[in-house]
């Protein structure tokens, strides 16, 4: 075999090698990006979801202080299946999630206690502690879907950080 087959070979060799290399790179950034998008686009997707959940448990608070509802079973039935939904899909372990639960469950007994009656300040105040906590859970789920959008999968300090910037922690 001639020096110039040698070099060809050894060529060819090295490019055949640095091709694979190439593929399996390529094929694990593929799937690298592949979840990122389609866990960001789940996590989007539960984001919109959950604001429906809580405005139908919004809408039928408001239905009892405009007594809209004909009798107290529709309204508690309306306000615990709301109840139910948003808490079956937050997580209990989470101490914001868990806020989220304990301010709903005050609320929901302070009206089952007081169905007759119009809703308290006390009861008011806990709706407008809800709805602020809302605010602030859908803006640190869209700023974290906008930060592993660019970063990747987030690690612990982005969302404790997130949390501190827009809950003031």
Request: proline share 0%.
């Amino acid at each position: 075999m001639t020096i110039t087959e040698e070099v060809t070979l050894i060529g060819i060799g090295v490019t055949f090698l640095v091709g694979i290399i190439n593929l399996i790179i390529t094929k694990v950034t593929a799937n690298k990006t592949l979840y990122i998008n389609t866990i960001t686009r789940l996590r989007s997707e539960w984001l919109y979801k959950m604001k429906d959940y809580f405005a139908q448990y919004l809408s039928a608070i408001e239905s009892h202080k405009n007594r809209s509802y004909e009798n107290q079973d529709n309204l508690l039935n309306n306000l615990y299946s709301s109840y139910i939904i948003i808490k079956l899909n937050l997580n209990s372990l989470d101490t914001f999630d868990r806020e989220l639960i304990d301010i709903m469950e005050n609320i929901n007994n302070d009206i089952k206690r007081d169905f007759t009656v119009e809703l308290t300040e006390e009861t008011k105040e806990k709706v407008q502690l809800l709805i602020t906590k809302i605010q602030c859970m859908t803006k640190i789920e869209w700023e974290g879907i906008k930060l592993e959008s660019k970063k990747g999968n987030l690690k612990d300090n982005n969302k404790k950080e997130l949390r501190k910037k827009y809950l003031q922690e």
